[in-house]
T-cell receptor, first 114, second 116 residues
Framework: GQSLEQPSEVTAVEGAIVQINCTYQ??????LSWYQQHDGGAPTFLSY????GLEETGRFSSFLSRSDSYGYLLLQELQMKDSASYFC???????????????FGGGTRVLVKP | GAGVSQSPSNKVTEKGKDVELRCDPI?????LYWYRQSLGQGLEFLIY????????KSGLPSDRFSAERTGGSVSTLTIQRTQQEDSAVYLC??????????????FGSGTRLTVV
């Protein structure tokens, strides 16, 4: 089966940098994804890492180390609108079916204060 | 359509009743997923459809839950004899054909199910 661990909550001030760590145990692994979800909203795709290293997309960066079963999401220059929940998700083979599916962690609630 | 459409957006039902939740994925997306999210929790995988392949039903919590996808497009999730623990937001997502470069899922806004 799959299990993912990430901190439940992080608080930071505007302009700061936040790193959300994610460790995983998985049977089968294609890559690690990150999603953002505002209260009452749908999860939205932020990034995907299939290979080791850092992927940068604007203020957000995501890192993966496959040998350590570890990744992180880095939020820079925090803004009030970044207050949301952030989920890491492992992409792995689907059971008895072609293709793949995502297994999500419990989410990290980020609160940005003025 | 432009996005993943789910209906109804809210559903209140009495314990023991059956409910049907509908998902209309993005046109051309061959993969369709159902997830469940309880308040303040992560997303729990329910079922996955990929084209005409057999679905991955490994996440369905009991035999009261079933889903179908007709014509490779619209999907319906059915919960029979609903229980209070079924109360949650049910999210549908779709993604492009397997092997494409875009690995992101597009989620619908969900159906908030309340069993009273």
């Amino acid at each position: 089966g799959q299990s993912l661990e990430q901190p439940s909550e992080v608080t930071a001030v505007e302009g700061a940098i936040v790193q959300i760590n994610c460790t995983y145990q998985t049977s089968g692994f294609y890559g690690l994804s990150w999603y953002q979800q505002h209260d009452g909203g749908a999860p939205t795709f932020l990034s995907y890492n299939a290979l080791d290293g850092l992927e940068e997309t604007g203020r957000f960066s995501s890192f993966l180390s496959r040998s350590d079963s570890y990744g992180y999401l880095l939020l820079q220059e925090l803004q009030m609108k970044d207050s949301a929940s952030y989920f890491c998700a492992v992409r792995a083979p689907a059971a008895g079916a072609a293709g793949n599916k995502l297994t999500f962690g419990g989410g990290t609630r980020v609160l940005v204060k003025p | 359509g432009a996005g993943v459409s789910q209906s109804p957006s809210n559903k209140v039902t009495e314990k023991g009743k059956d409910v049907e939740l509908r998902c209309d994925p993005i046109s051309g997306h061959t993969a369709l997923y159902w997830y469940r999210q309880s308040l303040g929790q992560g997303l729990e995988f329910l079922i996955y459809f990929q084209g005409n392949s057999a679905p991955d039903k490994s996440g369905l919590p009991s035999d009261r839950f079933s889903a179908e996808r007709t014509g490779g497009s619209v999907s319906t999730l059915t919960i029979q004899r609903t229980q209070q623990e079924d109360s949650a937001v049910y999210l549908c997502a779709s993604s492009p054909p397997f092997g494409r470069a875009n690995y992101g899922y597009t989620f619908g806004s969900g159906t908030r199910l309340t069993v009273v």
